[in-house]
């Protein structure tokens, strides 16, 4: 299951991040919020997955650049509350490769770029833009895209109100093997379950179990 | 009409002052002042940051009717939630709700992760230290307060804190390294404890905003680790901040325990005058009569080694007198072992009554608060002893007195504080104990030679 590891991020990085990040911010501060979040459960999740300690560093590096590509996404296209049209589906969906690109274009972040441009494909070969299926899928790319959507799912959006822990675990589930990787989805099952035991213990060994 | 009325009830109705002057007002140990900056104010921010502050005033249960009721399903953020569940858990495990303090810290957790946002990491780790150190669990209080200690200042800069967070990783770290400074005081090294202490104290230096609370807990524990070890270069370090701190009526416990500690620093140098005049400075200070106790037996205590008798009696008479006015049962656990001080002055007196005091502060004991240091003070099964001993030597019984002063000398040994070991020691000379007690106490008298201890020994003075 592990690729070969990434070398560590040079420190020259964290200036690029952080003005690539108060560029996000200006234009979507939901996403700049998502974002960060996702870094750090990304960070998490490799770490649970006991990845080198270089590669917890880019899973955090890439988690918080996955959706950078949405800088470019118009307003009108990210904030609308009701059903996208096909047209602007795809201008969505075009975040992920916009993302890369703009990562390719800076040397210091260019070995991000392809964990960035991969965080949307599934396991199954449904997923875009490149279709690709299982293992050809990076591993850093599914670990960004179980926190992305486990993030995703427990945040109040305009659109739509945030599942519970246990909800969003129970999503995470139904998906594994298909949509995301069967062992990101049990190490977040795991990490999850091991820090919240006290407060939801009962309905967690329901996800787990189930 | 109906709407002049309503303009002018707005423009009569106190205005909430801007939550700057509160935030202020709680890094620079206002506490109260804090409070009223907050006053009127509806804000969620508002809420975090007054139960912050009645925390810090000890008042858990406001704390927690200041809470918010905020839930994921609100819309808050993530950042809002997790600090308000980990403040809940603060103030549930004050009230020894440990169970709920623990459901209230595992709920915070994913919005802790997703906050992305290192200083609420760290509160996070270091409540859930401060839990298990209540609950006893001191090995697992140990290692979350170290990996509080590991937490780089973020070098991935944009995980750090978004501006105007209450409580900066820097503070946090601070007060994890004061939790391992108390651990190392409770396993007995004084030493690591001081060390642990200068750490916490450069780690405030390192914030970008002051926290005068926690820094005056740190100077208490530095003062305090000073008189232990009898280290001149950190009563000195502690004496020059003093001086140029800015205290404020809410920090008045801890100026009164630095005081106090400086005082027996002062003594140990041999500057009795210096001394008795700081424990009078404590007695002053003291926000309870408990506490000011305390300061009435060391100057009776002094008194009487440097064989000020009239004065000795006086103290002594005052401090029962005080002794007899306290709940013990209501006052926390820490102040209680001014009872065990108190039975060694009155033993020789009247052996009767120091039995009556000893038994009194193992009643009080029993409703010490988890948060209270002084049950857990290896150093208090050395005071117990030697008011034990005392009590012996009152009765004319040599053998029990030499037991019970042995055993003092043996937990003070253990517990680093030498300078309470060659006490013992000494008294276990004079007894005919050994050689090697008589040895053990000139010894360590000789470190200080000016002191009452040299005088009480017989050891030349300066």
């Known amino acids: 299951m592990r690729d070969k590891p990434f070398v560590s991020p040079p420190p020259s990085v964290n200036a690029y991040v952080v003005e690539l990040l108060e560029r996000l911010n200006a234009h979507d501060p939901a996403t700049h919020d998502h974002c960060r979040s996702v870094g750090a459960w990304s960070g998490l999740l490799a770490k649970a997955l006991r990845l080198e300690p270089g590669d917890v560093k880019v899973a955090v590096l890439a988690g918080t650049l996955h959706d950078i590509g949405k800088a470019a996404t118009p307003l009108e296209i990210l904030l609308k509350s009701g059903p996208l049209t096909e047209r602007e589906w795809e201008r969505m969906r075009a975040h992920a490769g916009d993302g890369a690109a703009m990562l390719t274009e800076i040397p210091a972040l260019r070995f991000v770029a392809p964990i960035v441009r991969w965080h949307h494909e599934l396991v199954d070969g449904r997923g875009y833009p490149d279709g690709l299926a299982g293992e050809r899928i990076p591993l850093l790319s599914r670990i960004v895209a179980v926190s992305d959507a486990f993030h995703a799912m427990i945040t109040t959006r305009p659109y739509r109100e945030a599942s519970t822990v246990v909800e969003a675990l129970g999503e995470l589930r139904s998906g594994r093997g298909t949509q995301f990787d069967a062992a990101v989805v049990d190490a977040m099952l795991e990490l999850v379950a091991a820090k919240t035991q006290r407060a939801t213990s009962a309905p967690l060994r329901d996800v787990r179990a189930s | ?462």
């Open chain 2, 1 to 462: 009409m109906g709407n002049d009325v309503g303009r002018e009830v707005a423009r009569l109705r106190p205005r909430a002052k801007p939550i700057e002057d509160a935030v202020l007002a709680f890094q620079s140990a206002r506490l109260h002042e804090c409070l009223g900056a907050l006053h009127g104010n509806a804000t969620v921010a508002a809420a975090l940051l007054r139960a912050r502050t009645l925390l810090r005033l000890n008042r858990p249960d406001a704390a927690l009717e200041s809470l918010p009721a905020l839930e994921s399903e609100d819309g808050a953020p993530h950042a809002t939630i997790a600090e308000t569940r980990i403040l809940r858990a603060a103030a549930l495990a004050r009230t020894s709700r440990y169970a709920q303090a623990h459901d209230a810290l595992a709920a915070a957790w994913v919005h802790v992760v997703s906050a992305a946002n290192v200083a609420l990491e760290a509160e996070f780790e270091y409540y859930d230290a401060l839990l298990a150190w209540m609950e006893g669990r001191f090995p697992a209080a140990e290692a979350a307060a170290r990996a509080i200690d590991a937490l780089p200042i973020p070098e991935q800069t944009w995980l750090a804190p978004p501006p105007g967070y209450a409580v900066s990783l820097a503070v946090t770290k601070a007060r994890a390294l004061e939790m391992r400074a108390f651990e190392a005081a409770r396993t007995g090294r004084p030493l690591e404890q001081a060390r642990l202490v200068r750490r916490g104290l450069a780690a405030l230096r390192e914030a970008a905003a002051p926290d005068r609370f926690v820094e005056a807990s740190l100077l208490r524990n530095l003062a305090i680790s000073a008189r232990e070890t009898g280290c001149a270069g950190d009563a000195e370090t502690v004496g020059k901040r003093v001086e140029a701190f800015e205290w404020t009526p809410d920090l008045g416990e801890q100026r009164y325990h630095i005081e106090r500690a400086l005082g027996w620093c002062r003594a140990l140098a041999g500057d009795h005058v210096g001394a008795l005049r700081r424990f009078r400075e404590a007695s002053k200070l003291a926000v309870t009569p408990a506490w000011q106790l305390f300061a009435v037996i060391d100057r009776a205590y002094l008194a009487e080694e440097l064989d000020q008798h009239i004065s000795a009696e006086e103290e002594v008479t005052h401090a029962l007198e005080l002794a007899a006015s306290i709940d013990w049962n209501a006052t926390g656990g820490e102040e209680s072992s001014a009872l065990l001080l108190l039975a060694q002055l009155v033993a020789k007196r009247d052996s009767n009554a120091a039995t009556r005091l000893l038994e009194r502060f193992r009643e009080a004991r029993k409703h010490a608060s988890a948060l209270a240091f002084a049950p857990l003070d290896p150093r208090l099964r050395g005071s117990e002893s030697y008011a034990r001993a005392q009590i012996a030597l009152g009765r004319g019984d040599r053998f029990g007195a030499i037991a019970f002063f042995a055993d003092a000398f043996e937990a003070w040994n253990d517990a680093g504080s030498k300078w309470r070991a060659a006490l013992a020691a000494s008294d276990l000379a004079r007894l005919g104990a050994g050689e090697a007690f008589a040895r053990f106490a000139d010894r360590e008298i000789r470190k200080r030679p000016s002191s009452w201890l040299a005088l009480r020994r017989g050891i030349a003075g300066p």
